[in-house]
């Protein structure tokens, strides 16, 4: 039997300035529809949103979700004035699998 090709942002969860819960909702809509592993990103100062999911996800939601890995970053951005700035980055990638 062959595997499934996964494309990464079909399982890729971008955290931005929404409540926690709509992204709560994503990630357990990618469960529901049989992906096995979701990733949470975020950047900034939406990272404790991004934690704040992951940890509503796992805790009410879906309860045999694990954290399989997290990275952390810092990527170079360039503002409208031209200048570059470092911004922290994290990817909490959650997974259902034994």
Do not use: C, H, W
């Amino acid at each position: 039997m062959a595997e499934k090709e996964v494309n990464p942002d079909e399982n890729t969860i971008y955290v931005g300035n929404k409540p926690p819960m709509s992204y709560v909702l994503a990630v357990v809509t990618q469960f529901n529809g049989g992906s096995e592993e979701v990733i949470i990103k975020a950047r900034g100062r939406a990272i404790s949103r991004a934690v704040d999911t992951a940890e509503i996800t796992r805790n009410r939601f879906v309860p045999n979700a694990r954290i399989k890995e997290i990275k952390i970053g810092t990527e170079s951005i360039t503002n409208e004035e031209g200048r570059n700035s470092n911004v922290s980055s994290i990817e909490i990638a959650l997974t259902t699998k034994k």
